[in-house]
């Protein structure tokens, strides 16, 4: 069994950053694809960023790019999102979730992956 929990959510101005992270129990965290995702009030999940098992390739969103960055840290069976530049419109509750198919395409659709944290809220003022 798996678990995740995600931490790092919080309240921050137009313009500033934070840095999300997934701590992933169990003992095959290198063998997972590992991926962010997000939901705003009323509106469906939605994909945010994706990284491979070895940490190789990376996807993101097109409202993600040139602003967040995903990580993973084996030793520490942790992922990241920072996201920098963030703006009213990326609030959202942000959910951590594991895949366990090799990377490919479909990485940034929420029913590939089997495992999902609890989520945590990311609030952007204006």
């Known amino acids: 069994q798996v678990q995740l929990v995600e931490s790092g959510g919080g309240l921050v101005q137009d313009g500033g950053s934070l840095t999300l992270s997934c701590a992933v129990s169990?003992?095959?965290?290198?063998?997972?694809?590992m991926g962010w995702f997000r939901q705003a009030p009323g509106k469906e999940r939605a994909f945010v960023a994706g990284?491979?098992?070895?940490?190789?390739?990376?996807t993101y969103a097109d409202s993600a790019k040139g602003r967040f960055n995903i990580s993973r840290d084996s030793a520490k069976k942790s992922v990241y999102l920072r996201m920098d530049s963030l703006k009213p419109e990326d609030t959202a509750v942000y959910f951590c979730?594991?895949?366990?198919?090799?990377?490919?395409?479909?990485?940034?659709?929420?029913?590939?992956?089997?495992?999902w944290g609890q989520g945590t809220q990311v609030t952007v003022s204006s």
């Open positions: 169990g003992r095959t965290f290198s063998s997972y694809t």
């Open positions: 979730a594991a895949d366990a198919r090799i990377w490919s395409s479909r990485a940034t659709i929420a029913s590939q992956y089997d495992y």
């Open positions: 990284v491979s098992r070895g940490g190789s390739r990376k």
